[in-house]
């Protein structure tokens, strides 16, 4: 009988453990603490993977400002109105285009974002989490092109 007890705690102890742990390495997910986090990202067609864009000032909200980081992690609140800043041809491999994730290895596309851009872009972000931007785009706040995008 002990060794029958023995074998189902050591059983129930396996299996509450089999869900412990993952295989996503260093991907990042998109929920910590009470905020949301996305990623800004570029797309390099020749490794076919998708880049965090660091560096790129923003906004959400009334409270979060800051800068993307390597990873092009940014936070915010849900429903927060979201702006990015000098959004230019350094930060994209494709020119023009940019994309919305909510995981930093691109896996999971965050798409149907309206956005709105100052160079007279907008729309919604496609099922790959694609904008377009206008990298030559200049006015007296930015370097580059201004979007916001409703969150």
Known sequence: MKNIYLWMVMLAAVIGLSGCGS?????????????WVYFLQTYDDVTGR????????????????????????????????????????????EYDRLYLGSRS??????????YNCASGWSGTTDTKGM????????????????CRFGL
């Open 105 to 114: 290895d691109g896996s999971y596309a965050v798409g149907d974002v309206p």
């Open 131 to 146: 904008f377009v931007f206008d990298p030559d785009y200049q006015d007296s706040r930015s370097d580059g092109d201004i």
């Open 50 to 93: 998708y880049e965090g864009v660091e560096g790129v000032y923003y906004e959400c909200g009334r409270d979060i400002v800051g800068y993307t980081d390597a990873l092009g992690a940014f936070s915010f609140d849900d429903g927060d109105q979201c702006t990015f800043y000098d959004l230019d041809d350094r930060r994209s491999y």
């Open 23 to 35: 295989d996503t390495g260093d991907v990042y997910d998109h929920q910590a603490d009470a905020r």
